[in-house]
């Protein structure tokens, strides 16, 4: 089994094939749903994509770190962090279980 990214370019050919829409505009609409995803997250809520799965923001707080080489600590500053959890329908579909649709 061989390895391969899917593209936002293989996703639009994917709208193109199943829907029909022109190319152009196929590309705008994966693009708009990629920038609506972004924007909510950006704004710390949560993206609940049925049948999907959840992406979610959580919060980390500092923490003292090592550099492994050298051993020194170094603080790590807080941050925000996107955390994404599949749904049991994907989990098994990749698990290649048959799912209900």
Known sequence: MT???VTRADLAQAVVEAVGLP?????ALSEQVLAEICDTLERG???KLSGFG???V???GERTGRNPKTGVEVP???RRVVTFTPSHK???RVNGHPTET
């Open 90 to 92: 994907l989990k098994d």
């Open 3 to 5: 390895s391969r990214n």
């Open 23 to 27: 190319r152009h505009e196929a590309v």
């Open 54 to 56: 959840n992406f979610t």
């Open 45 to 47: 809520e949560n993206v």
């Open 76 to 78: 790590i500053e807080p």
């Open 58 to 60: 959580r919060n980390k």
